[in-house]
């Protein structure tokens, strides 16, 4: 997996996977032949909260974190982020729940390691 997935679940970034390709031409993965040690979260901004459809704001915020992502679209702000193995996991869980609970955004796993259900 060369870049960061938005819309498959329980992969990421640098894992190595097998995959199909649908009839119109989409790679969907099968299995993970092996594993980066990466996560994959996403985030999307609460349109009403402080940071407004801003992913840059997000981006800011996170920044700590070392996360490379990328924004789906100006139309729906929705973040898919890299989380490196080696990143602070405890540190970033609490953030990620922190703005939820303040309605600053939703977040979302899409693939977590067994470090990042532990931390």
Known sequence: MRNTPFL???VAEGDVIQFQTDSNGVHWSVQRVSASGNCTI??????????????SAVHE?????????EVFSNESPLIAFTVPADANLAGLKALLTQGEEADVWYYEVGCG?????GA
Do not use: H, K
Request: hydrophobic share 30%; charged share 25%; aromatic share 10%.
């Open 8 to 10: 498959q679940d329980g």
């Open 42 to 55: 996403r985030v999307l901004a609460n349109p009403d909260g402080p940071l407004g459809r801003d992913p």
């Open 61 to 69: 915020r996170l920044s700590a974190f070392g996360l490379g992502g």
């Open 113 to 117: 390691t067994d470090e990042w259900w």
